[in-house]
């Protein structure tokens, strides 16, 4: 007997635990008659519950907008808006920028009129006149219940939602991140352009390309004429600045579709797709005329300022070509290019031409 006694007592506190407190929740009644509001006040008031009063529809609107109650107890038969079409409003608006849920019970003194068309609105529960008190205590309960419960899952979803956001962010700075490691692992640090590894990437992709489809592509080849003088002469820091100088201008005479790379030292390297040996040859004198204009100053400890010239070799071939029908072909004869240019006396151009068949 005793054992049964502390099961059930056990029983009684588990539910106590898992029902939400629903004191000091708020109740709008909604009445035309200040009498029934007054019953359902007494009748309720030993459960501790907040009322508010709205005398007809109208009232219970604007009370609405100033505060939100947990449980609207609404009339249906009032003068100017009556229950029902207030219920719909209310409903109707019943999203997070709106009025958010609020569970109604309507009371009307006719058993079946309007009960229907209540619910189908929206109405969460219906009460006939005269109403017991204990039923009506006990659906107030299971309304407040529903509406707590509501409140929770609405207060969920906003932490799902903001913890939603913050992965988000996370993860796209985690894509900016890596998009940026990707970049430094592609990148020059000093110029700024390409790095070898990364050209030589592209290269192999954008000639596999030039041999499906048969379209042009050209590779320049270029170096900076006396670069160890320029270095020897003015220093290092200098000789850095003179490589950016180089690679910016480089950059600002072709394409935004061409590829520019450091390949190594004082030597660039670009690709430039979609380009035959004509135009490229005319890219080339571009970038050649635009790199001997430059005028670097260079600045002695002495406070003393020179402005220094420079100018650079480059060799160009181009694909489809029968005698260069690989990759390495192609890098080759650019290269052999460049080495005439500088043995022509620097600051030129030399193509590849390929030999006609005899």
């Given at each position: 007997?005793?054992?049964?006694?502390?099961?059930?007592?056990?029983?009684?506190?588990?539910?106590?635990?898992?029902?939400?407190?629903?004191?000091?929740?708020?109740?709008?009644?909604?009445?035309?008659?200040?009498?029934?509001?007054?019953?359902?006040?007494?009748?309720l008031?030993?459960?501790?519950?907040?009322?508010?009063?709205?005398?007809?529809?109208?009232?219970?609107?604007?009370?609405?907008?100033?505060?939100r109650?947990?449980?609207?107890?609404m009339?249906?038969?009032?003068?100017?808006?009556?229950?029902?079409?207030?219920?719909?409003?209310?409903?109707?608006?019943?999203?997070?920028?709106?009025?958010?849920?609020?569970?109604?019970?309507?009371?009307?003194?006719?058993?079946?009129?309007?009960?229907?068309?209540?619910?189908?609105?929206?109405?969460?529960?219906?009460?006939?006149?005269?109403?017991?008190?204990?039923?009506?205590?006990?659906?107030?309960?299971?309304?407040?219940?529903?509406?707590?419960?509501?409140d929770?899952?609405?207060?969920?979803?906003?932490?799902?939602?903001?913890?939603?956001?913050?992965?988000?962010?996370?993860?796209?700075?985690?894509?900016?991140?890596?998009?940026?490691l990707?970049?430094?692992?592609?990148?020059?640090?000093?110029?700024?352009?390409?790095?070898?590894?990364?050209?030589?990437?592209r290269?192999?992709?954008?000639?596999?390309?030039?041999?499906?489809?048969?379209s042009?592509?050209?590779?320049?080849?270029?170096?900076?004429?006396?670069?160890?003088?320029?270095?020897?002469?003015?220093?290092?820091?200098?000789?850095?600045?003179?490589?950016?100088?180089?690679?910016?201008?480089?950059?600002?005479?072709?394409?935004?579709?061409?590829?520019?790379?450091?390949?190594?030292?004082?030597?660039?390297?670009?690709?430039?797709?979609?380009?035959?040996?004509?135009?490229?040859?005319?890219?080339?004198?571009?970038?050649?005329?635009?790199?001997?204009?430059?005028q670097?100053?260079?600045?002695?400890?002495?406070?003393?300022?020179?402005?220094?010239?420079?100018?650079?070799?480059l060799?160009?071939?181009?694909?489809?070509?029968?005698?260069?029908?690989?990759?390495?072909?192609?890098?080759?004869?650019?290269?052999?290019?460049?080495?005439?240019?500088?043995?022509?006396?620097r600051?030129?151009?030399?193509?590849?031409?390929?030999?006609?068949?005899?």
């Amino acid at each position: 007997m005793a054992d049964g006694s502390i099961k059930k007592m056990g029983e009684m506190a588990r539910r106590t635990l898992a029902t939400p407190a629903l004191a000091d929740r708020t109740i709008l009644l909604v009445d035309d008659d200040p009498a029934n509001i007054q019953h359902v006040r007494e009748g309720l008031a030993s459960h501790g519950y907040r009322f508010r009063e709205a005398h007809d529809g109208t009232e219970a609107l604007r009370s609405l907008r100033e505060v939100r109650p947990d449980l609207i107890i609404m009339d249906v038969e009032m003068p100017r808006l009556g229950g029902v079409e207030v219920c719909r409003i209310i409903k109707a608006n019943g999203g997070e920028g709106g009025f958010g849920f609020i569970p109604v019970i309507l009371v009307t003194a006719r058993q079946a009129a309007g009960k229907v068309e209540g619910l189908e609105l929206g109405a969460d529960d219906y009460l006939v006149k005269p109403f017991d008190m204990l039923e009506l205590s006990a659906r107030v309960k299971s309304m407040l219940r529903l509406k707590a419960l509501q409140d929770a899952v609405v207060e969920k979803n906003r932490e799902l939602d903001n913890k939603n956001r913050e992965l988000d962010k996370a993860n796209k700075e985690l894509a900016q991140k890596r998009e940026e490691l990707l970049a430094l692992t592609r990148v020059d640090a000093l110029t700024g352009l390409y790095n070898r590894r990364y050209f030589e990437e592209r290269l192999t992709e954008e000639f596999v390309r030039s041999t499906r489809y048969r379209s042009p592509l050209s590779l320049v080849m270029m170096d900076i004429d006396h670069f160890k003088k320029i270095n020897d002469t003015y220093g290092h820091p200098f000789g850095d600045e003179v490589l950016r100088q180089v690679a910016r201008t480089i950059k600002g005479k072709l394409r935004e579709v061409d590829f520019v790379a450091r390949y190594g030292g004082e030597e660039m390297i670009a690709l430039l797709p979609e380009t035959g040996p004509k135009e490229a040859l005319g890219a080339c004198e571009r970038v050649r005329e635009a790199i001997a204009s430059l005028q670097l100053e260079f600045r002695a400890q002495d406070g003393s300022r020179q402005l220094v010239r420079c100018t650079a070799s480059l060799g160009v071939a181009s694909v489809p070509a029968r005698s260069l029908p690989v990759m390495e072909e192609l890098m080759r004869v650019a290269d052999v290019c460049l080495y005439e240019a500088k043995a022509a006396g620097r600051n030129c151009v030399r193509q590849y031409q390929e030999e006609s068949p005899g």
